[in-house]
Every structure is written in C-alpha cells, then in structure tokens.
C-alpha cells in the first residue's frame, strides 16, 4: 500500500468528530439489532413462560414510550438465566435474565434495570461502539474504497458480522455507562415509577458481588461499580422521591417465577 495514501487516511480520521459523527444510520441500526437478535435466540435459552414475558414487555412498553430519540422497534425478552444481567442490542432488543425477577424486591427496582438499557438504546450508544468499531477495524476496508477496490459498500455487513463474532453483547464505554443510569433515571421518572428503585438495586448488586460473586460477574464486567453507581443516582435525585414503587402485579410474577424450574446458569450453557 502507497504510504502517502495511508497518511493521508489517517489524517482524514484524525479530523472526523468521531463523538459528534454516527457512520451507522438508525435503518442500519435496527437492520443489525435485528440479525444480532436472531442469532442471540440461537444461543440463549429464552423463558417459555408468556405470563412473565408479558408483562416484562408491558413494564418495558411504558418506559420505552417515555425515551427520547428515534423511534425504535423496541421489544422485552427474558433469558433462563440465574445470573443477575441485562443487555440491549442495536436498535430495540432489551434482555434481562430471570435472576433480575428474583433479586428485584419490587416494581420500581426491576423497571429501573429495564430503564438502563432502554436508554442505551436511546442514546445510540451501539451506534457510536460500532462507528470506533468501523473506524478501528474498518480502516482497511476504507482505504480499499479510496483505493478504488469496492470496500465500503458491505461496511454494515463487514460490522455486523464483527458484532455477532465478538459475542452479542456490546461493552460500552464508561461515559455510555454513566449516561445511561442518568437519562434511565429521568426515563424511570417520567414513566411514574420511584426512581429510587434504581440505586436501590444496584445496591443489591453490590451486595450479590460479596455473597455470590460469580452471579453478577457478567455484568460487573461490563458496568462501573454497582456501589459508586448508586451514589451518584442518589446525590442526583437529593428528596425528590415519588412515584410508584410496587404493584400486585409485579409480585404475582415474581411468585409464578420462583414456582418455575431453576433458572439454567450462563457458564453451563457456553
Ligand atoms: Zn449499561
């Protein structure tokens, strides 16, 4: 490859407003949420139980309505899983593991989880991992387009199957993070839940690290401490503290899901 031309690519990246800039359209998004999606079904034993998965979908419904941004195709599904976890794909998918149905003490708690990845979503944020993804191993297939050989065309392919290779469940950065529990937070508000569910389960996360490490390993991997966390939500929400915490309904769940089989562990099944 000419080094003139390689410099010349680089300078040209070095330019872009990477943070600012999405190379990934809100089409390409759901298309590939919707691939990631199939292929998550493959490899997660999903809850056979439409009772539960209901009315996850109906608590996940009424926050997602209150998200800001692109109007997703978003859908609730749950994992047979024990651990405590949550993840959302690209455009619309959220998950949570059943564990997060046991280890929820209330409503506001288990809304405040689902709130999280709703604003992932909302945010893009799988867009702007997937737009550095591109930028860091796309820069050959750009330079190939510049080159004149057609390297850009199957770029949302080429990320895709990069995603799906990488596992299917994206580490976002640490400000991602942050800004998920803020804008969740103000989500979880504006549906009408207590927003102190939120660092009330992450405190259950802190506490699950000391009893049952490897329950939240997963997850602890991919989030900052669960502890700092809560703090942070609760400095921000200072005496504002209304709303609804529980509901008969969230109990009668979480009682049909104690009744069912033992949820299968993550570790056994990869
Ligand atoms: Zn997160």
Redesign the pocket.
């Known amino acids: 490859m000419p080094r003139p031309v390689l410099a010349v690519a680089l300078a040209l990246l070095a330019s872009l407003p990477l943070a600012a800039i999405s190379l990934i359209s809100v089409n390409d998004e759901i298309k590939l949420g919707r691939e990631t999606q199939g292929q998550v079904r493959k490899q997660v034993p999903q809850l056979a139980d439409q009772a539960i998965t209901d009315y996850v979908t109906k608590v996940g419904r009424r926050l997602a309505a209150r998200a800001a941004g692109p109007k997703y195709p978003y859908s609730f599904s749950v994992a047979n899983y024990r651990e405590l976890n949550a993840f959302a794909l690209p455009g619309g998918p959220v998950w949570i593991h059943r564990g997060i149905l046991h280890a929820a003490a209330n409503e506001s708690q288990l809304a405040g989880v689902l709130a999280?990845?709703v604003a992932?979503i909302a945010q893009r944020h799988a867009a702007d991992q997937l737009t550095k993804q591109l930028v860091a191993n796309g820069l050959l297939g750009l330079l190939g387009a510049m080159l004149g050989n057609d390297g850009g065309g199957a770029r949302t392919a080429q990320v895709g199957a990069q995603i799906l290779a990488n596992g299917y469940m994206l580490k976002?950065s640490r400000d991602d993070?942050r800004e998920?529990d803020r804008i969740g937070l103000t989500i979880l508000q504006r549906a009408g839940w207590d927003p102190r569910g939120m660092p009330e389960f992450m405190e259950t996360l802190r506490r699950a690290q000391g009893r049952d490490p490897g329950s939240v390993e997963t997850f602890l991997s991919?989030?900052p401490a669960p502890g700092e966390r809560a703090a942070v939500l609760r400095r921000s929400l200072g005496s504002r503290a209304s709303g609804r915490r529980d509901t008969a309904e969230f109990r009668a769940i979480k009682a049909r899901a104690q009744r069912l089989p033992p949820a299968k562990a993550m570790k056994a099944t990869k």
């Open positions: 999280h990845e992932h976002f993070e998920a991919s989030h």
